[in-house]
């Protein structure tokens, strides 16, 4: 009997050890600074399961290059890491414009093209689902980032957490106007999952306090609407503790709205952009800079390097970093660079120079 | 004679797109290896299904000197509707009646207080994409089982999509060219082009009911588009028309429909939509830099619509 038992729990323990053995041997792989397993989801993939030998050819689809700068560098990190690497035979990129029918179109005529890994960004959380499913069963490995799906079916995601991204701002906004502060939201593009997100993270941030949200707008992130945006809010409503900016485009359009009626500025949330580190930096206000950076591009093309080198990875990966403060982004801020570049990135001088310089 | 430019046609100008869709067919079947198979060219029919349909009813408007500029809002209103939980049979009904009630109130304002269709169909676009993000701020929900096989199925390795194509142009051929509605539908726009717009109902045409049956129609032939594109997200989306309505007026200009009215067939709609469509495919298949697709797809259009040089001027 005692010896059955010490037998089971032997083998027990050496099952736990070999799984667990198995699960710390993954994660050797890194992916992006900051990107790591997530550990509510510790699935791996299995080594060998898209092994391909080269050339590759490796499709990504775009929720939207054009839609600002820094959608912009997202493509320009991927074409950069794909550059890197000798056995991308070629690298596609498609521009869904933001279309959840073209996104899907895109992704069919990537599978039609037999590439051997696609990368997606989606448009919405739902509707290019079909798609990626239609893709895994093709036998192509699908890579997600910068936004989620109500779907398991891709092969290994990196998620940014926009939920995080809002929580970061929200809680240093709770520090800075208390418990009773009156704020500003700006808010992204509406139903896009991204801004419904980065609100929730907003909302969970507040959730508990008296804190009271006395306008709530829709600027698109785009630096024109929100300047708009807040000179209107600036006349009719200028008491204001603080402003939640889910975007720096709007963050630098706000805060070039006090500028111009010579108020005080209220503490304002931000993120990593070249031109409103500078604004920062030279005026000096209260801020913090949500970090997303674009390089997210080049760490999907590495994890779709990774997959059809046949390395293991894990399904799904997290990347939350902390917010930063001032002299983080002064050591990021070059002022030999447009206000267009977004940090951290992973491009080379040489193209920061060709694609950024003043 | 048989007027293969349309200058004098009442079919308007269709086959110059006809000739560039074959032109840009068999550049990208020698130029890429992917094109010409049958998995793309299926794809691409289905790519195209839901402009198709809603070019289709843009051009009943257009015919008579209108434009529908709801018919995306419809487009994402039908699936957020689709989206809701409740059975297929409550919801695919709701979704025509509810569209036929846009229709019916874009026509009404229209041809009873004479508001400019651009202006009407403008609000009503604007009111349908906000009840729409009441109902589903971002997209979600699950369509019913039944849309979502209607789409993606095949028989006989034939995607479904191309049957819907053929029932939609079957549907819309019988309207047009053998009811008498259709026309009704080119002699209102007949005299609306040439601005004799009493000329119809001094013939006892009923003109205004006309007119506000095209509206009707177009914003059910959206809701269609709607279903299919719901089948194809398989969920409800709030954005998922945005635009449609331009590309839907492209198509129906590229196919030689004139906007004044009057002028335009259902052939060439069918084929400015294939166009469009075939663009957006090719440019994939080329990989045509995502910085330069949009530029090299308006050149395209340009050239195609300044090539179609009328007799008398239009728009």
């Known amino acids: ?358 | 004679m048989f007027d293969l430019m349309g200058r004098n046609s009442r079919q308007g100008m269709w086959a110059m797109p006809l000739g560039v869709a074959v032109v840009i067919g068999a550049v990208l079947s020698f130029g890429t290896a992917q094109f010409a198979t049958a998995e793309n060219l299926w794809n691409l029919v289905t790519q195209a299904m839901p402009l198709v349909i809603t070019a289709i009813g843009q051009m009943l408007v257009v015919l008579v000197g209108g434009l529908d500029l709801s018919v995306g809002s419809v487009i994402s209103f039908t699936t957020a509707i689709l989206a809701l939980d409740a059975p297929a049979w409550v919801l695919i009904p709701a979704v025509f009646v509810l569209a036929a009630g846009i229709g019916f109130i874009n026509g009404f304002v229209v041809t009873r207080f004479r508001v400019h269709p651009i202006i009407v169909t403008l609000s009503t676009q604007y009111i349908v994409l906000g009840v729409t993000r009441i109902l589903r701020p971002t997209s979600g929900g699950t369509v019913p089982e039944v849309v979502i096989a209607a789409v993606s199925g095949s028989l006989w390795g034939v995607p479904f999509a191309a049957l819907w194509g053929l029932a939609v142009i079957a549907l819309a051929w019988v309207l047009l060219y053998r009811a008498r509605y259709g026309l009704h539908l080119f002699a209102i726009g007949g005299g609306i082009a040439s601005g004799q717009t009493e000329a119809a109902r001094n013939f006892g045409l009923k003109d205004r009911r006309t007119v506000l049956l095209a509206y009707v129609a177009c914003s059910c032939f959206a809701a269609l588009a709607g279903v299919f594109l719901a089948g194809r997200i398989v969920s409800g989306d709030p954005n998922v028309g945005l635009l449609v309505e331009l590309d839907s007026i492209t198509a129906v200009a590229l196919g030689g429909t004139q906007l004044a009215g009057g002028i335009g067939s259902l052939h060439g709609t069918v084929i400015g939509a294939f166009v469009l469509a075939l663009l957006a495919n090719g440019m994939n298949l080329a990989n045509v830099s995502p910085f330069v697709q949009t530029a090299v797809k308006g050149v395209i259009l340009m050239a195609v619509v300044g090539l179609q040089s009328r007799k008398k001027m239009g728009l």
Not at chain 1, 41 to 64: L, Q, R, Y
């Open chain 1, 1 to 358: 009997m005692l010896t059955r038992r010490l037998f089971c729990g032997l083998a027990a323990l050496t099952t736990t050890t070999i799984l667990a053995g198995r699960a710390f041997a993954v994660p050797s792989l890194v992916l992006m600074d900051g990107v790591t397993p997530n550990p509510d989801n510790t699935t791996v993939i299995e080594a060998g399961k898209f092994k391909k030998d080269g050339p590759w050819v490796i499709g990504m689809s775009h929720f939207g290059v054009n839609a600002n700068t820094w959608t912009v560098q997202v493509s320009h990190e991927a074409d950069f890491a794909a550059s890197k690497e000798p056995r991308i035979a070629k690298f596609i990129t498609l521009d869904a414009g933001f279309d959840q029918k073209k996104q899907v179109a895109d992704i069919e005529d990537l599978i039609a093209q037999k590439v051997d890994a696609i990368i997606v960004m989606p448009v919405s959380s739902t509707s290019a689902n079909a798609s990626i499913e239609k893709a895994v069963a093709a036998g192509i490995p699908v890579v997600l980032h910068t936004g989620r799906i109500d779907s398991d079916a891709f092969t290994v995601e990196i998620q940014g957490g926009a939920e995080h991204f809002g929580k970061v701002m929200g809680d240093w906004l709770v520090k800075k106007v208390g418990n009773d502060g009156k704020i500003w939201v700006l808010r992204g593009l509406a139903g896009h999952p991204e801004d419904t997100n980065r609100y929730n993270g907003l909302m969970q941030a507040i959730e508990g306090t008296n804190i009271q949200i006395v306008a709530e707008e829709h600027g698109d992130w785009q630096y024109d609407k929100a300047k708009s945006l807040c000179e209107t809010l600036f006349v009719s409503n200028p008491e204001v503790d603080g402003i939640w900016s889910s975007g720096a485009d709007m963050t630098r359009a706000c805060v070039d709205v006090f500028k111009s009626f010579g108020t005080a500025i209220p503490p304002i949330s931000g993120e990593g952009n070249n031109g409103y580190f500078g604004q920062w930096l030279a005026d000096g206000f209260d801020s913090i800079s949500s970090e997303y950076s674009p390089a997210q591009g080049a760490a999907g093309v590495r994890a779709a390097i990774a997959l059809l080198e046949g390395q293991e990875l894990y399904h799904s990966y997290g990347y939350h970093p902390e917010g930063w403060d001032k002299d983080k982004a002064a050591k990021f801020y070059r002022a030999d660079l447009s206000a267009n570049v977004w940090w951290p990135s992973e491009l080379s001088e040489e193209l920061l120079q060709k694609l950024y310089a003043k």
